[in-house]
Nanobody
Framework: QVQLVESGGGLVQAGDSLRLSCVAS????????MGWFRQAPWKEREFVAT????????YYADSVKGRFTISRNNAENTGYLQMNSLKPEDTAVYYC????????????????WGQGTQVTVSS
């Protein structure tokens, strides 16, 4: 079993930056890919970014490419999502997830989810 706890959300203005953290515990993370998803009010949860724990290969949604950076600290079992040049349309609850052994944009491939952290970007 894997437990994931996100932090770092908040209320910011357009153009600001935030860094989200996701601390994993419970079992080794080394075989998994970690992903970030987000869900805005009245919308489906959507893929944001993913990273392979070993090797560090990454993949991003087009909507965040060039603005967001996903990374991880293997020693601390922690993943990060650095969000720059935030826009009002980035407002959502952000979730980290783990599960697949390769990069995946599909929610169905992620077995473990955090509780989410709210990001609100004002214009």
């Amino acid at each position: 079993q894997v437990q994931l706890v996100e932090s770092g959300g908040g209320l910011v203005q357009a153009g600001d930056s935030l860094r989200l953290s996701c601390v994993a515990s419970g079992r080794t993370f080394s075989n998994y890919a970690m992903g970030w998803f987000r869900q805005a009010p009245w919308k489906e949860r959507e893929f944001v970014a993913t990273i392979r724990w070993i090797g560090g290969a990454t993949y991003y949604a087009d909507s965040v490419k060039g603005r967001f950076t996903i990374s991880r600290n293997n020693a601390e079992n922690t993943g990060y999502l650095q969000m720059n040049s935030l826009k009002p349309e980035d407002t959502a609850v952000y979730y980290c997830a783990a599960g697949p052994t390769r990069l995946s944009t599909s929610r169905a491939n992620y077995n473990y989810w955090g509780q989410g952290t709210q990001v609100t970007v004002s214009s």
